[in-house]
């Protein structure tokens, strides 16, 4: 779509999305660029003010374009997007892709497994399990937070305190231990940020969200960890490659 034509069907302001789209794929803005402001995309497309301010906050919120206060609205990076087919954890999803990871550790401890993770992780009353809270930033941003719950019982001999958790990855470390991954299950849901999530995402409460767990078991078939991870939407998007 090179033109905006009031005579179609489509609402002006969704023509004017897809143009915006239409520039950026065809490579006229490149990612980082910043676009005209509000008041010269009018111009230029004859629109009202709300016309553009809706086009452009859809497409803010979808992460095509991001506002930064005081200096405009630009171009967004792609969203980080692992493709998988195999089990593999985010430091090397993101680092196969050239990225640099670091984590910020919220928790780390042994802990009473309540009646969830006593029923996912196949556990024994009273057993106890590793956990491991961590902000994880991708070249210096907050791309999300996850929570990992390991089954210690079957698995004993695994020293965590040899690794820094805010650099090493968790699964290469487990791995370095003697853990031989089996297969995983994983879900994936859209949500919107609770305040909590907003503070630590660094992102508006209500914002959308990409919610995932996974329940990995070792290579024979017994389940070593549950997991959940919260991601931003305007960051992140999932792929999974079918055979």
């Known amino acids: 779509m090179s033109t905006i034509s009031r005579s179609k069907r489509l609402p002006l302001y969704?023509?004017?999305?897809e143009l915006i789209i239409d520039k950026i794929e065809g490579g006229e803005?490149?990612?980082?660029?910043?676009?005209?402001?509000?008041?010269q995309l009018g111009t230029m497309f004859d629109l009202s003010r709300t016309t553009v301010r809706q086009a452009l906050t859809e497409l803010v919120t979808e992460g095509v374009l991001e506002r930064i206060q005081g200096k405009g609205t630009y171009v967004s990076y792609p969203k980080l997007e692992p493709i998988r087919p195999d089990?593999?954890?985010?430091?090397?999803?993101?680092?196969?892709?050239?990225?640099?990871?670091?984590?910020?550790?919220?928790?780390?401890?042994?802990?009473?497994?309540?009646?969830?993770?006593?029923?996912?992780?196949n556990l024994q009353p009273n057993s106890e399990v590793y956990k491991l809270k961590r902000l994880r930033l991708v070249d210096g941003t907050v791309i999300g937070y996850h929570e990992a719950y390991l089954n210690h019982q079957i698995a004993p001999f695994v020293d965590f305190s040899k690794y820094?958790?805010?650099?090493?990855?968790?699964?290469?470390?487990?791995?370095?231990?003697?853990?031989?991954?089996?297969?995983?299950?994983?879900?994936?849901?859209?949500?919107?940020?609770?305040?909590?999530?907003?503070?630590?995402?660094?992102?508006?409460?209500?914002?959308?969200?990409?919610?995932l767990s996974r329940t990995t078991r070792l290579e024979d078939g017994q389940p070593y960890e549950y997991a959940t991870m919260v991601y931003r939407a305007d960051k992140y998007r999932y792929s999974i490659k079918l055979r």
């Open 164 to 211: 820094d958790f805010s650099k090493d990855s968790l699964y290469q470390s487990l791995m370095k231990e003697g853990i031989t991954w089996g297969e995983s299950d994983e879900t994936v849901e859209a949500g919107l940020a609770s305040e909590t999530y907003g503070d630590l995402l660094n992102i508006k409460s209500e914002s959308p969200i990409l919610k």
């Open 87 to 121: 089990v593999t954890g985010f430091t090397q999803d993101m680092v196969d892709k050239g990225h640099i990871v670091s984590s910020i550790v919220h928790a780390q401890e042994f802990v009473k497994a309540d009646e969830k993770l006593r029923r996912i992780l």
């Open 14 to 17: 969704f023509q004017l999305k």
């Open 29 to 39: 803005w490149q990612y980082g660029d910043l676009i005209p402001t509000e008041i």
